[in-house]
């Protein structure tokens, strides 16, 4: 394919993206953080490290945006099973942090539409193994429908590893990625790493930003990388250049200060309304390059930030994610967050980015594990918080020793917008919510009884019906 016919349909794919993707994100944070709604007073209010949260920027009047916990830690248990085979699904610790979170149906469908099964994140610990294939930080990929812990990856460890020309058993720690199929595959790393990289070897930082350029890689099915050509990689963005683009942002931290450098680069994403920039890494190397959208670890107070310009703080329908310098703390709530005191802002920064339009559909239990053998327990011992964006929901109720069954895909004939997979147990109680936040109580526990107790909620929209995450309590 020659370079004007790669230009050309490169900018048509980035005009589509721009249409579809919208002005919303997925996002994770690096401590644990309090959504600005509260989410009616749930649990769903308190965001994990290792839980994903949408922000919904067109969703409402500025400056309520929030950020809505999307992918509980106990959808992620019930999804992958008893990981660390210890015979309780719950584990608070499972992938420790999320680093790096891709959509790819923007270059998949007109009209693109996320769930917690197509989204690839990549764990800052390893996931454990008892089950499941293993899921490194340096893989990508996802928990998808099959039996518990099927691990479908975008990209591998060993592919990025074949791209920065290291052995392919080097542990690397996969710190954000963003993607476009014609511009490449963009990531950072976590740590400092040595590698051999397509202008030869150097000093790969945990601030730099990297390509593996288009062209230089092969996609199967879905957009699944396959292969990637050795030593393909190329630093675009060196730290140096990253602290630049910090400084010319001026952005402040959540004390107040200046940022002045990144720490690490967290996280990408590409910007689809910015505009291409050739890069040089190497002499007789050019590559178009689109704006990217990044946080860094030292834009605590939950700033993002993008290359747009030298550097900017990125705008969003409801104004700058961040304080400008000079003006104060940058608090969080621009980023959905609430500020630790009225003096400074939140703890975190944005630890992964991407565009998404989903649905927020989520159910999580008030207290993940009940030990109650062998008196079991009463109605209501414990209750377990919702999300319904529907008028009516039927809260489906099982009792199921010891372990979950594989769920049955239903969409897209059913729950094309939400979760895709029902969890077709033996049903022993059911009730019905309405929309908004709320709670409903556990049902008895049976004395000298233990295992999980399932829980799905059925939505009943204009478009049929929709399924909320699953989430399961471990009795014991």
Known sequence: MNKSTTALLSAALLATAATAQGPNFLTAFSSVEQNTSTSGGTVLGTLMPNELSYLNFAGGP???????????????????????????YFNPTIYNGIDAVLAISTWLAPIPWENQRTVFVSPEAPMGTA????????????????????????????????????????PINVDAIAFQPNYGIFFSLADDITA???????????????????????????????????????????EPQMNAFTVNAQVTNRFGACVTSVGDTTALEI????????????????????????????????????????????????????TTCGFGPTFGPQWGIQPTSTTTGAPSYVNALCHARTCLHVLEPQQHVMNVFPVGAPMGANMIDYANPFILDLMLISLVPPTIPTSVTVAPAFSANCFPDLYASPIISWTTVGPGWGSFPTPAIPPLWTGKVLFQGVGFA???????????????
């Not at 930030?305 to 705008?315: A, C, H, M």
């Open 62 to 88: 500025c400056p309520g945006v929030s950020a809505e916990k999307w992918l509980p830690r106990t959808a992620t248990h019930t999804m992958v099973g008893d990981e660390d085979g210890n015979g309780v």
């Open 462 to 476: 204009t478009t049929g019906f929709e399924l909320s995450t699953p989430t399961v309590i471990d009795v014991q």
């Open 131 to 170: 089950i499941s294939t293993p899921f490194r930080p340096g893989d990508v990929a996802r928990i998808v429908n099959g039996p518990d812990g099927t691990i479908e990856y975008f990209m591998t460890q060993e592919l990025f590893n074949t791209a920065l020309g290291l052995p392919l058993t080097t």
């Open 196 to 238: 051999n990289t397509v202008c030869g070897p150097m000093l790969v930082r945990d601030g730099d930003v990297l390509c593996i350029p288009g062209g230089m890689f092969s996609m199967g099915g879905g957009m699944l990388i396959s292969a990637v050509a050795p030593s393909s990689a190329a630093v675009i963005y060196n």
């Open 271 to 322: 910007d689809t309304l910015g505009p291409v920039t050739t890069v040089v890494p190497c002499p007789g190397m050019a590559l178009p390059i689109p704006t990217l959208i990044y946080a860094c670890e030292n834009g605590t107070g939950a700033s993002v930030l993008t290359t747009r310009l030298g550097g900017q703080i990125q705008n969003t329908i409801c104004g700058p994610a961040g």
